[in-house]
């Protein structure tokens, strides 16, 4: 296939202050090393993007966004043999960094690592209901592609990395005999999070909280009993019939959420309680910590194999994170392209100008049971 022209400039969606903004006459992101520049055809939104804006993370002028979906139009000077001009892809980029401000996933073009990109074929832009919506299934869109990076990474980073579970599709007998407590089945980090622990047969039964609304979504996805975050009794129920929680991930990462999930783990068993955010046994009240539980976070940035400065700190590279990614994308991509596992409800709007009022909406909780989307 011929080179495709680029431009030099382009529009994109950058931090401006405290808001975030479309600006033109944007630079287009060189490369370096097995990368490539992609034309960008969807972008999702995702909390962490209002977030960089809101804790001041993403420097003034960084390009937002993560999740994005495109064509290759230009390969880095070290791309593999495997990747070519016109290939379609879907990528986590590190949107409003501080190492890579020129590049994100909310712009008309975008660097991706191709170490961790997907190749998928044959996506078109999807057609959606009157409400914008289309429901989970085989990805076989843009937008469907551009809603997966970051959650499916995350889920498959908790599940391999945080609760040592091993790629393997469908054993027979579950790797783990206890049960698995997942709280916010419905986010999609927890979806993705259900269908690949029930896919590689993680524990004896996958315990969920999400709204009743969810349950038969998530049954089929895996899920073995749902229970509803809405009960007053929800903390008795679930503790009541499995005392086995020795897994645990919080999917919604609120104070009150790390709360509820760690007054669910038991005290005669070591227990590992994931969160997404850098919640720690300070944040529970003296007279109610365990001693048995361990909190972990998970980083995904860390996929990039370098150290991350974020905020106040500086998380260390750790090589793992990325070694471990490249080896579940190889693992997984034929079951994306089978439709066995599925993306998430999404809803689509349309252009990079509608961007930042997807953030707000996250920001503001109006986005439950689907992803938001945007095509380009």
């Known amino acids: 296939m011929p080179v495709m022209e680029v431009p030099s400039t382009m529009r994109a969606v950058v931090i401006e202050g405290d808001k975030a903004v479309v600006k033109t006459g944007v630079q287009v992101p060189g490369l370096a090393g097995n990368t490539a520049l992609i034309k960008v055809k969807a972008v999702a939104s995702n909390p962490t993007d209002w977030k960089h804006i809101f804790w001041q993370i993403g420097p003034q002028g960084s390009i937002l966004g993560c999740d994005v979906a495109g064509e290759i139009v230009s390969l880095g000077p070290e791309a593999d043999g495997r990747w070519a001009i016109g290939d379609k892809v879907c990528a986590m ?18 660097k991706v690592d191709l170490a961790i990109c997907l190749k998928l074929k044959d996506l078109e832009y999807a057609t ?13 869109t843009w937008e469907a592609a551009a809603s997966i990076p970051v959650c499916l990474l995350t889920a498959s980073n908790v599940l391999m990395n945080q609760l040592g579970n091993k790629l393997e599709w469908e054993p027979k007998n579950p790797q783990h005999p206890h049960s698995v407590l997942v709280w916010g089945g419905a986010t999609v980090t927890g979806q993705f999070f259900i269908q690949l622990a029930k896919r590689t047969n993680a524990y004896a039964n996958i315990v ?7 349950e038969s979504m998530l049954k089929g996805f895996g899920a073995d009993e749902i229970f509803d975050y809405h009960d007053e009794d ?35 068993k070591p227990v590992t309680l994931v969160e997404l955010i850098s919640f720690s046994e300070n944040d529970i009240p003296p007279a109610e910590r365990k001693s048995n539980v361990s909190i972990n976070l998970t980083m995904m940035y860390l996929v990039s194999g370098e150290s991350i400065p974020f905020g106040t700190v500086t998380f260390p590279a750790d090589p793992k994170v990325r070694t471990s990614v490249i080896e579940f994308l190889e693992f997984i991509q034929p079951r994306i392209e089978s439709g066995e596992i599925h993306h998430p409800a999404v ?15 996250i920001k503001t909780g109006r986005n439950s049971g689907f992803k938001l989307v945007a095509s380009l």
């Open 347 to 361: 809803k689509i709007s349309k252009g990079l100008d509608t961007i930042p009022s997807l953030m707000e909406d």
């Open 234 to 268: 929800v903390l008795a129920q679930i503790t009541k019939k499995y005392p086995d929680l020795y897994h645990i991930l919080d999917a919604v990462a609120t104070p009150s959420t790390f709360g509820q999930v760690y007054a669910c783990a038991p005290t005669d």
């Open 208 to 214: 969920v909280v999400a709204s009743k609304k969810h």
């Open 128 to 140: 959606a209901d009157s409400s914008g919506v289309v429901p989970h299934g085989k990805v076989s």
């Open 93 to 110: 980029v590190h949107g409003a960094s501080v190492k890579y401000p020129e590049n994100g996933a909310f712009a008309e073009y975008a």
